[in-house]
Protein backbone atom coordinates (compact mmCIF):
# COMPACT_ATOMS: atom_id res chain seq x y z
CA UNK A 1 0.00 0.00 0.00
CA UNK A 2 1.45 3.21 -0.96
CA UNK A 3 1.67 6.06 1.13
CA UNK A 4 2.77 9.74 1.31
CA UNK A 5 2.55 11.25 4.72
CA UNK A 6 3.23 15.16 4.95
CA UNK A 7 3.81 17.13 7.95
CA UNK A 8 5.21 20.07 9.76
CA UNK A 9 2.49 22.53 8.40
CA UNK A 10 0.88 25.06 11.00
CA UNK A 11 0.37 28.89 11.44
CA UNK A 12 3.16 31.52 11.09
CA UNK A 13 3.22 35.30 10.68
CA UNK A 14 4.33 36.73 7.33
CA UNK A 15 8.33 36.52 7.02
CA UNK A 16 8.46 33.34 9.10
CA UNK A 17 10.08 29.84 7.39
CA UNK A 18 8.22 26.30 7.80
CA UNK A 19 9.74 22.86 6.92
CA UNK A 20 7.44 20.46 5.21
CA UNK A 21 7.92 17.15 5.01
CA UNK A 22 6.89 13.55 3.28
CA UNK A 23 7.47 10.29 3.96
CA UNK A 24 6.87 7.73 1.80
CA UNK A 25 6.32 4.29 1.56
CA UNK A 26 5.14 1.48 -0.32
CA UNK A 27 7.15 2.67 -3.80
CA UNK A 28 10.38 2.40 -4.78
CA UNK A 29 10.91 6.40 -3.73
CA UNK A 30 14.20 6.94 -5.57
CA UNK A 31 12.80 5.83 -8.96
CA UNK A 32 9.75 8.45 -8.67
CA UNK A 33 10.02 12.44 -9.55
CA UNK A 34 8.71 14.14 -6.27
CA UNK A 35 6.90 17.45 -6.34
CA UNK A 36 4.56 20.16 -3.59
CA UNK A 37 1.21 20.96 -5.02
CA UNK A 38 -0.94 23.22 -2.90
CA UNK A 39 -4.74 24.15 -3.01
CA UNK A 40 -5.55 27.81 -1.62
CA UNK A 41 -9.75 27.84 -0.49
CA UNK A 42 -12.04 28.49 -3.58
CA UNK A 43 -9.07 27.64 -6.25
CA UNK A 44 -7.57 25.25 -8.19
CA UNK A 45 -4.42 22.92 -6.74
CA UNK A 46 -1.47 24.55 -8.10
CA UNK A 47 2.16 23.24 -8.87
CA UNK A 48 4.70 24.54 -6.43
CA UNK A 49 8.26 22.64 -6.96
CA UNK A 50 9.63 19.26 -8.34
CA UNK A 51 12.61 17.47 -7.69
CA UNK A 52 14.26 14.78 -10.26
CA UNK A 53 14.61 11.18 -8.67
CA UNK A 54 18.39 11.66 -8.50
CA UNK A 55 18.06 15.70 -7.22
CA UNK A 56 19.64 16.47 -9.97
CA UNK A 57 16.97 18.90 -11.10
CA UNK A 58 14.98 20.90 -9.31
CA UNK A 59 12.19 23.83 -10.75
CA UNK A 60 9.72 25.91 -8.71
CA UNK A 61 7.07 27.95 -9.71
CA UNK A 62 7.59 31.51 -10.30
CA UNK A 63 5.89 32.72 -6.95
CA UNK A 64 8.37 31.13 -4.86
CA UNK A 65 11.32 30.70 -6.50
CA UNK A 66 14.13 32.51 -4.18
CA UNK A 67 12.10 31.46 -1.02
CA UNK A 68 11.15 27.83 -1.43
CA UNK A 69 13.77 24.82 -1.82
CA UNK A 70 12.75 21.31 -2.40
CA UNK A 71 15.13 18.21 -1.56
CA UNK A 72 14.96 14.94 -1.05
CA UNK A 73 16.41 11.95 0.73
CA UNK A 74 16.44 8.87 -1.34
CA UNK A 75 17.93 6.94 1.83
CA UNK A 76 14.99 7.88 3.93
CA UNK A 77 12.43 7.93 1.58
CA UNK A 78 11.62 11.28 2.47
CA UNK A 79 11.25 14.85 0.54
CA UNK A 80 10.84 18.30 2.03
CA UNK A 81 9.99 21.83 1.33
CA UNK A 82 12.07 24.30 3.09
CA UNK A 83 9.30 27.88 2.57
CA UNK A 84 11.21 31.25 3.91
CA UNK A 85 9.72 33.95 3.87
CA UNK A 86 6.21 33.34 4.08
CA UNK A 87 3.47 35.04 2.58
CA UNK A 88 -0.17 35.39 3.33
CA UNK A 89 -0.78 34.40 -0.38
CA UNK A 90 1.10 31.22 0.17
CA UNK A 91 -1.63 30.06 3.00
CA UNK A 92 -2.79 27.19 1.02
CA UNK A 93 -3.39 22.84 1.74
CA UNK A 94 0.59 21.72 0.76
CA UNK A 95 0.15 17.67 -0.63
CA UNK A 96 3.45 16.24 -1.99
CA UNK A 97 2.92 13.90 -5.03
CA UNK A 98 4.49 10.96 -6.95
CA UNK A 99 5.14 10.74 -10.35
CA UNK A 100 6.66 7.51 -12.32
CA UNK A 101 8.73 7.82 -15.85
CA UNK A 102 4.79 6.21 -17.09
CA UNK A 103 3.93 9.76 -17.10
CA UNK A 104 6.78 12.25 -17.93
CA UNK A 105 5.56 12.86 -21.51
CA UNK A 106 2.55 14.81 -19.39
CA UNK A 107 5.01 17.07 -17.90
CA UNK A 108 5.88 18.02 -14.09
CA UNK A 109 3.32 20.82 -13.66
CA UNK A 110 0.22 18.95 -14.60
CA UNK A 111 -1.86 17.13 -11.64
CA UNK A 112 -2.63 14.12 -13.46
CA UNK A 113 0.60 13.00 -14.31
CA UNK A 114 1.18 12.14 -10.53
CA UNK A 115 0.00 8.63 -9.50
CA UNK A 116 0.36 9.18 -5.80
CA UNK A 117 -0.64 11.72 -3.39
CA UNK A 118 -0.46 12.62 0.41
CA UNK A 119 -3.49 14.05 2.31
CA UNK A 120 -1.95 17.54 2.58
CA UNK A 121 -0.80 19.68 5.27
CA UNK A 122 -2.04 22.96 5.78
CA UNK A 123 -0.19 26.04 6.39
CA UNK A 124 -1.12 29.34 6.97
CA UNK A 125 0.39 32.64 6.93
CA UNK A 126 -1.08 35.44 8.86
CA UNK A 127 -0.18 39.27 7.82
Known amino acids: QVQLVESGGGLVQAGDSLRLSCAASGITFSRYTMAWFRQAPGKEREFVATVSWSSGSTYYTDSVKGRFTISRDNAKNTVSLQMNSLKPEDTAVYYC????????????????????WGQGTQVTVSS
Open 97 to 116: AAQSSKTYYLGFRNLRGYEY
